[in-house]
């Protein structure tokens, strides 16, 4: 019979980081109303990595009929609206999304990258194209969140 040993190695921990994300407003950047073709409106949102790690956020609109409208006229709608998504406006302008407000679905899709304790101003620039205001869509309404998700880098 062999000869065996055992040894322990004690008090081994892992501690995970916990993830935390703060924007800045939290209220609505965009509220508005009676436009036509050539429309368009700004907004900023601060993004704040207050975790001790990197992480990777992605941004997605999450949009619904507004108003009393119905869910295909917001469908209509958001295919129609364009949505220019910017990181760090006026610095690395470091373009996230720029399409239809359907289509802004986990952009970009690598993820920005913000350090441990950094913080960058994203620009969204919603405008109605002069070629996608038809008669079609007058009087329609749409209502959206700008949803941010972040996972570890």
């Known amino acids: 019979m062999p000869f065996t040993i055992q040894a322990l190695n004690e008090n081994n921990t892992v501690n995970i980081a916990q993830l935390s994300m703060v924007l800045n407003p939290i209220t609505p950047i965009f509220t508005e109303a009676d436009w036509s073709g050539g429309s368009s409106a700004v907004g900023v949102i601060n993004v704040a990595n207050t975790s001790p790690v990197d992480f990777a956020f992605f941004v997605s609109a999450d949009w619904y ?50 350090g441990a304790g950094q913080d960058v101003n994203v620009q969204f620039t919603l405008s109605l194209p002069d070629a996608n205001a038809t008669d079609l869509i007058q009087g329609m309404s749409i209502e959206f969140d700008l949803v941010f998700v972040a996972v570890e880098a």
């Open 65 to 114: 009929a507004g108003g009393g409208d119905t869910i295909q006229n917001a469908r209509l709608l958001a295919e129609r609206l364009n949505i220019e998504v910017i990181g760090d406006p006026g610095g690395a302008n470091v373009l996230i999304y720029d399409g239809s407000l359907a289509g802004l679905i986990q952009q970009p899709p690598g993820g920005y990258v913000l």
